[in-house]
């Protein structure tokens, strides 16, 4: 009788575009910071403020709504942009938009009781901004095809040609 030999063969380790390593990021951060908002419901007095028209130190009002919403967006649509913006405004455009949410976060540890919670929360966020803009920082260069370095090397087309025709 024949007893089964494990596979010992290591496992295809594809390599991962840029753009799919930027959206999954940008994706891990909003759910992350939805999440953290709405588990934030559950901490005593919450609900009661907002019944009283107030989240943290803030009226609630259109424009705090619209700042939150606006808030949410952007990493909504990063993922977006992440997967579609040619490689240079895309690179340009992660850079900036993470190390802009980087304090952005960290405010709202501000004021806050619930430390450990709130902590994890902005730790983790944090964590995946720097993943962001080291993806976007470290984004590989191809480099210049043989054809572009012959016509870089070669005289143009026309002074061939007045070679040529003298």
Do not use: C, G, K
């Given at each position: 009788?024949?007893?089964?030999?494990?596979?010992?063969?290591?496992?295809?380790?594809q390599r991962i575009p840029v753009r799919a390593k930027l959206a999954a990021?940008?994706?891990?951060?909003?759910?992350?910071?939805?999440?953290?908002?709405?588990?934030?419901?559950?901490?005593?007095g919450v609900i009661e403020e907002i019944l009283d028209g107030k989240?943290?130190?803030?009226?609630?009002s259109q424009t705090?709504?619209?700042?939150a919403l606006t808030l949410m967006a952007i990493p909504i649509l990063m993922v977006v942009l992440s997967m579609t913006l040619p490689a240079r405004a895309n690179r340009i455009t992660n850079l900036i938009v993470a190390s802009l949410y980087v304090p952005v976060t960290a405010f709202n540890a501000v004021g806050e009781s619930w430390l450990y919670f709130y902590g994890l929360g902005i730790v983790l966020e944090l964590i995946l901004l720097a993943?962001?803009?080291r993806f976007a920082w470290t984004w590989?260069?191809?480099?210049?095809?043989a054809t572009m370095a012959t016509m870089a090397t070669s005289p143009d087309r026309?002074?061939?040609?007045?070679q040529q025709q003298a």
């Open positions: 009788m024949r007893t089964r030999q494990p596979t010992t063969a290591p496992l295809e380790d990021t940008w994706t891990s951060f909003m759910f992350l910071y939805a999440y953290v908002d709405i588990l934030n419901f559950f901490t005593p989240v943290f130190e803030f009226d609630l705090f709504s619209t700042t993943l962001i803009v590989p260069r191809t480099a210049p095809s026309d002074t061939v040609r007045a």
